[in-house]
């Protein structure tokens, strides 16, 4: 079966290397020099910095340093609507970078802007003007740049919502000319269906990016987004390109679906493989700098919840795939998910770190997932450092034409992070009452383990298959954290369901698949009455697993459910935190802490950011929001001072910057 791992010739020059190399106590030691320099900290996505300045003690003394409101509210907004009625500056949901003082941010629409890290003060702003080049790919939003430099030149880069790969000098903002075509590669370049100006049956772009790219060994390698409102079986494949950072030459191209000739080319039946799409990677990636190698986390083929016309494992979908950075060439790769039809795309940068397994020291690729497994392999060979087991799963579906694979990989270990499938001991049972609420609300639904079968939503029968982990995922875009000192791995992670609604394209207007969705999450849902929750909670949670024994050192729910607890029929009942619904707020570590926004239970229960301590998850400090937050948090140091600094919501979005009243200044 194509989950087993599979290495490639040049493994054996990778393991020769790494065993006459000097073996460092941690290869993976998060941002250095209090700097913030890649969206994950590092190009190994820890998440994690080791400035202690902030800690328990004085956590909840940290006050709103400044705060700088996007570029995109200086824009003529008014006249931009007149012309793109669905525009929106409020998906400012990017990480900011940190280097020698300056902090480096993208906007909703795609500018980016460089500000002075000690008072917010705008140093530059490069507006690409990518709104006007056709609505974005699904929505208007941005989580970040990518910083690069080889002493000399340093150069910020960022994708577009048109598919343009930009590069602009980081000290000025201006386009390096040298780079690609005045400063810009078109990422839609030579991929199959990518057809610039084209727009699908939505009149969205083909093709964009919401990601930040990632630069190792000077080479750039770019997430793209393609559509999922699929209603033809062709689109553009999710091929990747690796970019050198220099000139904005494509040095190789990786080819997510494969084509003729090609490993895995024989898992699509049928040819398929000459007209199928999507297959992209569309959230962050990692890379190890010193290995040469980049990790790319894959999601699903066209149509994500169909796939009669794509028939067999269809390999590189919902894989992890380790390439060489220089060649491009495949090392490894292991598939998570055959013949996906659950929308179980990888939606987030996996982590690297070092861990000691039963005595033996092993580079390690940590990779969570929407179905809430975390795999764990060696990341110089792809090998499972637990066993994954192939397991038995049922095929029965009504989507004609369909194929199911009849096993999915299963993780010994660790234990899933978080609920997995359906049954009638999982629903809400806070009083007898409620019980008998949740009972007939999936009585007309299909329940079932992780990878039941999807059905057509039928009206006035059966309403289809309740999945969960929902299409959203247990773990979604903001992904996880490490901690290299421990080996810990924080993983935020939300409890909900989702019930698909299938329909058959018009041909007359291009439509050519038998089914495809309606829309995310579309179909009728298995609602409670009044807003009550239909499963047990928690309903958010943070998971932290212990990557040297496979095992979860705690769980703590992610917030207090206040504005659950607060209903009528609940308000009498004493219950334990329950978890924000909807919340999934990214992790930062630190040395000491482990820092993550939550909505409610601030002033007024508004939003907060709160920091845990990272050996049991308890709450040692909390202090107020302005608004709810929107992306991650980082830290750096800036002037003898730490400071946390994260972008949050509002009429016109801000990143803020957060310090201490009377920080102990480091010489």
Not at 233 to 252: C, I, M, N, Q, S
Not at 495 to 517: F, S
């Amino acid at each position: 079966m194509s989950g087993i791992w599979r290495p490639s010739s040049i493994c054996a020059a990778l393991l020769c290397a790494a065993m006459f190399a000097p073996t460092p106590g941690l290869a993976q030691y998060g941002a250095t020099n209090g700097e913030w320099r890649s969206y994950g900290g590092d190009a190994g996505s820890t998440k994690y910095s080791p400035l202690d300045q902030i800690d328990a003690s004085n956590f909840s003394d940290l006050n709103v340093a400044w705060r700088w409101q996007s570029a995109d509210g200086s824009l003529d907004l008014e006249t931009l609507r007149e012309q793109i009625p669905e525009l929106s500056i409020r998906g400012l949901q990017a990480t900011p970078l940190m280097v020698s003082g300056v902090l480096y941010i993208s906007t909703s629409l795609h500018q980016a802007a460089a500000v002075d890290a000690g008072t917010g003060a705008t140093i530059w702003v490069h507006d690409p003007k990518a709104y006007l080049g056709g609505l974005p790919t699904h929505a208007y939003r941005s989580r970040g740049v990518a910083y690069w430099t080889d002493g000399e030149q340093a150069r910020i880069f960022w994708g577009t919502s048109e598919g343009y790969l930009v590069g602009v000098d980081a000290y000025t903002g201006q386009p390096v000319r040298s780079f690609g075509d005045n400063g810009r590669v078109d990422l839609m370049a030579d991929i199959p269906r990518a057809i610039r100006g084209a727009k699908d049956h939505r009149g969205r772009n083909l093709l964009g990016v919401g990601s930040p790219p990632i630069v190792s060994n000077d080479v750039i390698v770019t997430p793209t987004i393609i559509t999922d409102y699929a209603t033809r079986r062709e689109a553009p494949p999710g091929w990747l390109k690796g970019v050198d950072a220099r000139t904005g030459e494509t040095k190789w191209m990786f080819r997510t679906v494969p084509q003729e000739g090609d490993l895995g080319v024989d898992t699509w039946l049928d040819d398929s493989w000459r007209y199928s799409g999507n297959t992209n990677v569309w959230a962050m990636l990692s890379a190890d700098d010193e290995l040469g190698v980049v990790y790319l986390p894959t999601g699903t083929p066209t149509s994500d919840y169909y796939g009669g016309h794509r028939l067999g494992d269809n390999l590189f979908a919902e894989s992890i795939v380790a390439l060489d950075i220089e060649t491009g060439e495949r090392i490894w790769h292991f598939q998570a998910v055959h013949h996906g039809v659950w929308d179980y795309d990888f939606p987030a940068a996996p982590n690297l770190l070092d861990v000691t397994v039963d005595g033996r020291p092993i580079k390690a690729i940590a990779q969570v997932s929407k179905q809430g497994f975390t795999y764990v392999l060696d990341r110089l060979t792809g090998e499972p450092i637990w066993p994954i087991e192939e397991r038995a799963v049922a095929t029965d579906t009504d989507l004609e034409g369909d194929v199911l694979s009849p096993t999915q990989p299963f993780p010994t270990k660790p234990p899933p992070f978080d609920y997995q499938g359906l049954n009638i001991d999982d629903l809400v049972d806070f009083t007898p009452e409620i019980r008998a609420m949740a009972i007939e609300a999936v009585e007309n639904f299909r329940l079932g383990p992780l990878f039941t079968p999807p059905t057509v939503t039928v009206e006035g029968g059966r309403q289809g298959t309740i999945q969960r982990p929902q299409i959203r995922g247990a773990a979604s875009w903001t992904g996880a954290g490490v901690d290299p000192e421990s080996g810990l791995l924080y993983v935020p992670s939300l409890n909900g369901v989702t019930v698909m609604k299938y329909y058959t394209p018009d041909p007359a207007e291009g439509g050519n698949l038998n089914l495809t969705q309606a829309g995310f999450g579309s179909g009728t849902q298995p609602d409670m009455p009044d807003g009550l929750p239909l499963l047990k909670p928690p309903y958010s949670r943070i998971t932290a697993i212990d990557l040297n024994q496979g095992d979860h050192a705690w769980m703590q729910p992610a917030g207090d459910g206040n504005r659950i607890r607060d209903h009528e029929l609940l308000t009498h009942l004493d219950l334990p935190p329950l978890g924000d619904p909807g919340i999934i707020g990214g992790p930062l570590i630190t040395k000491t802490l482990l820092v993550s926004a939550l909505s409610t239970g601030g002033a007024d229960d508004g939003p907060r950011l709160v920091a845990r301590d990272k050996s049991t998850g308890d709450i040692v400090g909390w202090v107020d929001l302005p608004a709810r937050a929107i992306g991650t948090p980082m830290t750096y140091m800036h002037g003898g001072v730490q400071y946390i600094a994260l972008t949050i919501g509002g009429r016109v979005p801000e990143l803020v910057s957060l310090r201490l009243p009377n920080p102990p200044r480091l010489p």
